[in-house]
T-cell receptor, first 112, second 117 residues
Framework: GQQLNQSPQSMFIQEGEDVSMNCTSS?????WLWYKQDPGEGPVLLIA?????ELTSNGRLTAQFGITRKDSFLNISASIPSDVGIYFC????????????FGKGTKLTVNP | GAVVSQHPSRVICKSGTSVKIECRSL??????MFWYRQFPKQSLMLMAT?????????EQGVEKDKFLINHASLTLSTLTVTSAHPEDSSFYIC?????????????FGPGTRLTVT
């Protein structure tokens, strides 16, 4: 099936630094979603991207839908301690299903 | 908007018993809900797609007789883990599409931590 590869697997940064993570696939996706999961909680939708080349912001978060439709990037500017968590990319596999496939996540640790 | 709740948040049960987990969409009607399972430090694994008024669609490798799903109304889906065993211990999360929102955007509940002793 279609898979999403996220990198890096984990990041350790200092508060105030900018963060960049990405998600790639060997297949085309027509939608990219970015979620954040705090420990012991369900994922929360951060940003949804529907158009190749689209750049969308949500506060300090910015995500881009790659022009090839095979990748997406999430950037966090001026990180703060509450940015700690696991960030997942997700997208619907081809075939018209409402299902989502998820990447394995990027675990972010922010040192105060 | 698009709030999904789950109950209970944590449950401990004895091996061989059954456990029911509820998933509710609080401020919208959900014709489709999804059930995921997540092991520690791993990603979400889709177990099944629950459609209101019809049978659930299970992913390959998921035992439908063990994980019973009922989507009896537009705001409630339930997952029953039957004859639970310790290997069923996991974090179970449900989600729903918001028909008022964009098509693929799933909104997740807070999860249920199941521990089978």
């Amino acid at each position: 099936g279609q898979q999403l590869n996220q990198s890096p697997q984990s990041m350790f940064i200092q508060e105030g630094e900018d963060v960049s993570m990405n998600c790639t696939s060997s297949s085309i996706f027509n939608t990219w979603l970015w979620y954040k999961q705090d420990p012991g909680e369900g994922p929360v939708l951060l940003i949804a991207l529907y158009k190749a080349g689209e750049l969308t912001s949500n506060g300090r978060l910015t995500a881009q839908f790659g022009i090839t439709r095979k990748d997406s990037f999430l950037n966090i500017s001026a990180s703060i301690p509450s940015d700690v968590g696991i960030y997942f990319c997700a997208g619907p596999p081809q075939g018209g299903s409402e299902k989502l496939v998820f990447g394995k996540g990027t675990k972010l640790t922010v040192n105060p | 908007g698009a709030v999904v709740s789950q109950h209970p948040s944590r449950v401990i049960c004895k091996s061989g018993t059954s456990v029911k987990i509820e998933c509710r969409s609080l401020d919208f009607q959900a014709t489709t809900m999804f059930w995921y399972r997540q092991f520690p430090k791993q990603s979400l694994m889709l177990m099944a797609t629950s459609n209101e008024g019809s049978k659930a669609t299970y992913e390959q490798g998921v035992e439908k007789d063990k994980f019973l799903i009922n989507h009896a109304s537009l705001t409630l889906s339930t997952l029953t883990v039957t004859s639970a065993h310790p290997e069923d211990s996991s974090f179970y999360i449900c989600s729903a599409n918001n028909p008022g929102g964009r098509y693929y955007e799933q909104y997740f509940g807070p999860g249920t931590r199941l521990t089978v002793t």
